[in-house]
Nanobody, 123 residues
Framework: QVQLVESGGGLVQAGGSLRLSCAAS????????MGWFRQAAGKEREFVGA????????YHTDSVKGRFTISRDNAKNTVYLQMNSLKPEDTAVYYC????????????????WGQGTQVTVSS
């Protein structure tokens, strides 16, 4: 059982930056690929990006490409989502998820989820 805890969300002005963290309880964290999703109020959960187990492969969806960066530190059992040039449309609850397969874009296929952290971008 992998427990995931996100942190780092908050309120930021448009154009600002935030770094989200997702800490895993599992010592075999490095065996898992990680995904980031977000869910705005009244909308479906949206895939943001993913990183493979070693961190040498990443994928970012078009809407965040060039602004968001996913990375991981397996020594710290943590994956990060660096968010720059934030826009009001980035406002959502952000979730991390873990699975043994890389680049899963369907939320229902992930094995483990964090509780989410709210990101609010004001205009």
């Amino acid at each position: 059982q992998v427990q995931l805890v996100e942190s780092g969300g908050g309120l930021v002005q448009a154009g600002g930056s935030l770094r989200l963290s997702c800490a895993a309880s599992e010592r075999t964290f490095s065996n898992y690929a990680m995904g980031w999703f977000r869910q705005a109020a009244g909308k479906e959960r949206e895939f943001v990006g993913a990183i493979n187990w070693s961190g040498d492969r990443t994928y970012h969806t078009d809407s965040v490409k060039g602004r968001f960066t996913i990375s991981r530190d397996n020594a710290k059992n943590t994956v990060y989502l660096q968010m720059n040039s934030l826009k009001p449309e980035d406002t959502a609850v952000y979730y991390c998820a873990a699975d043994r397969a890389f680049l899963i874009v369907v939320p229902g296929e992930y094995d483990y989820w964090g509780q989410g952290t709210q990101v609010t971008v004001s205009s």
